[in-house]
């Protein structure tokens, strides 16, 4: 029995320390590196960085690199040397497309080749798992151990130890519940060991578990399920399953939330005020340095296990959803369509995920 934290745990409390704007120690194995998350980072704590020496970089995405016309060299990342004079400012407007438009020129770019860019990558990943903008600063140190003791700051373990699956999920409380569309249901309260975003799963009537449930994932869309928005088709979408769940007298709705195709919600209110600069949906994501779905549907099979699915006719419009439940060992028997809610302010919206994302019209 130990009480030191494992490598799920100390990732959940990184994620915590980047929103704060705290920085986190990457333990590289020989080597390692601070980590802060540019869009949390303050003049004080950039003061803090530069005044430990060194060249301190801005790791971002190759899709944010394209739009800032820098070589990404590195695969999927690219590294930006921070310049002497750059405040927290420049590294904002950097990570940040919200004024691209308004002040395009952001260079010279001076981009870092040598040198390794694993580290980077990781801490990247870890400002999308703390639904930040995807770019961090990232400066190598030497005695990561030592550094993150000094400074009582979380250290993460060398990258391949961090879990690259979902957390496990802990059916944690359900309860009877009556709905208007559906008729009669339960909502179970679904939390990931990590501590992280909790999910649901609405059953409908009682389905049987050796038959295929009728089944939706559905991705959360406050702007669309909460307060009616016109831009997309999720309301009508969640709506329409739970009246067809009703009319079958059984199904199961998973409630994923996974906000803004999993960028979290304020990144979707940069999307939206992108879209309106005249960008569509994917742009608008690639602009931002996400890549068009960042979402992870192994979340949803590991759901329907743990309530005793194997099998499931699925509500969708989208193949890559059935694509990962069959991945999954989820047997999708049939692809429902769900075609509902096209009005003239989301026409654009669904023929856009039809021709980029490859959705069934
Ligand atoms: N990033 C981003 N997310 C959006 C935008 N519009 C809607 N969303 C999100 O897109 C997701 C839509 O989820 P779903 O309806 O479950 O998924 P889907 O891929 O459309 O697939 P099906 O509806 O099953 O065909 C939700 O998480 C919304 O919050 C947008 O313009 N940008
Ligand atoms: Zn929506």
Not at 313 to 338: C, D, F, Q, Y
Not at 347 to 361: E, I, N, P, R
């Amino acid at each position: 029995m130990t009480f030191s934290l494992d490598a799920s745990e100390r990732r959940a409390r990184a994620l915590a320390d980047l929103r704060m704007g705290v920085p986190v120690v990457l333990d590289g194995g020989d080597g390692g590196a601070l980590a802060l998350a540019a869009e949390t980072i303050t003049p004080g704590r950039l003061e803090s960085l530069r005044a430990l020496g060194g060249a301190p970089v801005l790791a971002i995405t190759a899709q944010r690199a394209k739009v800032l016309n820098a070589p990404a060299y590195d695969g999927d990342t690219a590294r930006v040397l921070l310049p002497q004079d750059a405040a927290s400012g420049w590294v904002r407007a950097l990570a940040d497309p919200a004024d691209d438009l308004r002040a395009p020129m952001k260079g010279p770019l001076k981009m870092q080749r040598e040198g390794s860019a694993t580290l980077h990558r990781a801490a990247i990943a870890l400002a999308k798992g703390a639904r930040l903008l995807p770019a961090a600063l990232v400066l190598p140190i030497e005695d990561a151990a030592v550094f993150a003791a000094r400074h009582d700051l979380t250290r993460l373990p060398p990258m391949p130890a961090l879990p690259a699956d979902p957390a496990p999920m802990a059916d944690i409380a359900d309860a009877r519940l009556p709905m208007a569309l559906a008729g009669a249901g339960r909502v179970h309260v679904f939390r990931p060991r990590d501590g992280g975003e909790e999910h649901y799963a609405i059953e409908v009537g009682k389905p049987l578990r050796d038959a295929p449930v009728l089944a939706r994932l559905h991705s959360a869309c406050f702007t669309g399920d909460v307060l009616g928005s016109l831009k997309c088709d999720c309301g009508p979408q969640l709506h329409a399953a739970l009246s067809q769940m009703g009319q079958e007298g059984a199904g199961v709705l998973l409630y994923l939330n996974q906000e803004g195709r999993g960028i979290g919600l304020a990144n979707k209110m940069r999307a939206y005020d992108l879209q309106d600069q005249g960008f569509d949906t994917v742009e608008a994501n690639h602009r931002l340095g996400f890549e068009d779905d960042e979402r992870d549907f192994r979340i949803g099979a590991e759901l329907l296990r743990r309530l005793g699915f194997s099998s499931v006719r699925l509500l969708t419009n989208n193949p890559r959803k059935i694509a990962r439940m069959e991945e999954s060992g989820i047997a999708v028997t049939e692809r429902v369509p769900l075609q509902v809610g096209r009005g003239a302010l989301n026409t654009a919206y669904l023929d856009t995920k039809a021709a980029k994302s490859g959705h069934l019209l």
